[in-house]
């Protein structure tokens, strides 16, 4: 939470910081999205542009990940596995965190590496962060950490090329649902123009990001909407997405992601969420959405997750069980209906 100024860095001091120091080690969450990915590959390229030639881009998760979704990004082959930077002396290099309300997001291995590091740099637009840096550049008011990244580089005198647009065009797509969430505010746009000004093309990002689907793809998602749950008169609706499923399509977990926005599509659906097992992680994690003023971060945090008012997350030990967490969160989620139609 964000409760004291003083622990806020400006981006000047974030932008002395990194001109101070040589080594760095970008990372981001888990289950990456295309704000997380894309933030941390543009500030990798504005690092190099200032002249540090030791930055690495890592993460928890499989190279196979960003292969199949995020190969239309710039630099996206430079992104490491942690098993890959084993051998980096973590001392001598700076740890910069970006898109992640809380450390632990990082993911369950990197995060026991955390206190080797030189320090911590955090970069982030939700609006629960646990400021866990020495510095922490924080601005929930910002449509996704790509936007912070674009404000650091005008702060530099690095020109906007093509490559660098294409993330944050990316990352400000992904993390504004494509324009249309009210954290799209006229500076959101002000920055679109800019970054359209290099010739990238709208399509470009529809055809990578949304209309990316393979026919096996559809039809596990066919599947998931055709066994759809409902309760409160449709007010809430959800999906579990099990392995076996994602086994008999053949789908990577993390090309879930986008899946629960097909659930709001239903006129009378307030509240709406995904239940997804992760055998690999021991874990149910439930992927929060709601409408309107219904503050579905209230629920996550009382739950022991965190996220946005309109969307959150929270997970669950894998020894709990699918019909047991359906049952905790929608018993929490339907209480809060009544006091919100109240
Ligand atoms: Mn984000």
């Known amino acids: 939470m964000i409760t004291t100024e003083t622990k806020l860095t400006s981006i000047e001091d974030i932008i002395k910081v990194l001109m101070e120091e040589n080594n760095f080690v970008l990372t981001f969450h888990i289950n990456p999205d295309y704000d997380a990915v894309s933030s941390s590959l543009a500030l990798k390229y504005i690092l190099e542009k200032m002249g540090k030639t030791n930055v690495t881009v890592v993460s928890e998760e499989k190279k196979e990940v960003f292969q199949k979704i995020f190969s239309f990004l710039p630099y996206y082959q430079e ?146 909407l055709q066994n759809i749950k409902t309760c409160c008169e449709n007010k809430v609706a959800w999906i579990r997405i099990t392995e076996e499923l994602l086994k008999k399509y053949n789908i990577l977990e993390s090309e879930t992601e986008s899946i629960i926005e097909d659930i709001g599509k239903i006129k009378d659906t307030i509240v709406y969420f995904a239940i997804k097992e992760k055998k690999e992680k021991e874990i149910i994690s439930v992927a929060l959405r709601s409408k309107r003023e219904f503050d579905v971060s209230e629920i996550a945090r009382k739950l022991g997750g965190g996220g946005h008012k309109n969307a959150s997350g929270v997970s669950f030990d894998i020894s709990l069980g699918i019909e047991e967490v359906e049952k905790i969160i929608t018993k929490e989620i339907c209480n809060h209906i009544k006091l919100y139609e109240k």
């Open 79 to 224: 992104i490491k596995e942690l098993k890959d930077i084993k051998d980096i002396n973590f001392k001598e290099h700076v740890l910069i965190v970006l898109d992640s309300g809380e450390i632990k997001r990082i993911g369950k291995n990197f995060q026991n590496y955390t206190k080797e590091f030189k320090f911590i740099v955090n970069i982030d637009h939700h609006h629960d962060n646990e400021m866990f840096g020495k510095y922490n550049l924080v601005n929930p008011n910002t449509v996704g950490t790509g936007e912070i990244i674009y404000n650091i580089l005008k702060q530099t005198n690095i020109p906007l090329s093509k490559e660098l647009a294409t993330l944050i065009y990316a990352s400000i797509v992904g993390d504004s649902g494509s324009f249309r969430f009210d954290s799209v505010k006229p500076t959101t746009h002000r920055i679109a123009a800019e970054l359209l000004e290099t010739g990238i093309k709208p399509s470009f990002f529809t055809s990578n990001m949304v209309q990316n689907k393979t026919i096996e793809f559809m039809k596990f998602e066919a599947e998931l």
